[in-house]
């Protein structure tokens, strides 16, 4: 069974400030997909990286994939009131198109 | 912008009785899925439909939980008996790309979810 750990399960920060969410697993995934879930809704896919190594900016997000394909994270510069969500990574399988999903952060950016 | 369609939005019951949810995945998408999320945990699939049949339904529990996609378009989950510990929001995705398309390339596009409590 693949598994994957976020950390920490909960961040609180002050507008401004910069924010880093980790992704771990032991197994290899073939992609990695990081969502944000606002409070009675669905995810909505931010980013998927799919080479090791691979860094993608979206505006004040940058997301990682390491080089083994096993970890990820996430960080976002000088956070605003608007990133407060719950922040999920998911794991996908070579084929199949089937997602594992992490327990998510729960980010809070208070102004 | 299309979008995944559910109903309801949230449904109260009491145990031992029988509740149905509802999916309208984006037009032409092969692939439908049924999650389930627990408060404060990340989803966790229960059934993925690609037109209307069943490719995983390993985590299905199957003994009160059925799913169908008899057209291969909308899809309903049903739990008859509901149990205290089946509250949690039911999400629905859907994606364009049969099984076996090419890492990463297929996005699964989520409905807002239907939230259960069980009483």
């Known amino acids: 069974t693949q598994l994957l750990e976020q950390s920490p399960q909960f961040l609180s920060i002050q507008e401004g400030e910069n924010l880093t969410v980790y992704c771990n697993s032991s197994s290899v995934f073939s992609s990695l997909q990081w969502y944000r879930q606002e409070p009675g809704e669905g995810p909505v896919l931010l980013v998927t990286v799919v080479t090791g190594g691979e860094v993608k900016k979206l505006k004040r997000l940058t997301f990682q994939f390491g080089d083994a394909r096993k970890d990820s994270s996430l960080h976002i510069t000088a956070a605003q009131p608007g990133d407060t969500g719950l922040y999920l990574c998911a794991g996908g399988g070579a084929a199949g198109n089937k997602l594992t999903f992490g327990g998510g952060t729960r980010v809070l950016v208070k102004p | 912008e299309a979008e995944v369609a559910q109903s309801p939005r949230y449904k109260i019951t009491e145990k031992s009785q029988a509740v149905a949810f509802w999916c309208d995945p984006i037009?032409?998408?092969?692939?439908l899925y049924w999650y389930r999320q627990i408060l404060g945990q990340g989803p966790e699939l229960l059934v993925q439909?690609?037109?209307?049949?069943?490719?995983?339904d390993s985590q299905l529990p199957k003994d009160r939980f059925s799913a169908e996609r008899l057209k291969g378009v909308d899809s309903t989950l049903k739990i008859q008996p509901a149990e205290l510990g089946d509250s949690a929001m039911y999400l629905c995705?859907?994606?364009?790309?049969?099984?076996?398309?090419?890492?990463?390339?297929?996005?699964?596009?989520f409905g807002p979810g239907t939230r259960l409590t069980v009483l």
């Open positions: 995705a859907s994606s364009l790309a049969r099984s076996g398309g090419a890492a990463g390339k297929d996005t699964q596009y």
């Open positions: 037009s032409g998408h092969a692939t």
């Open positions: 439909f690609q037109d209307e049949s069943v490719v995983d």
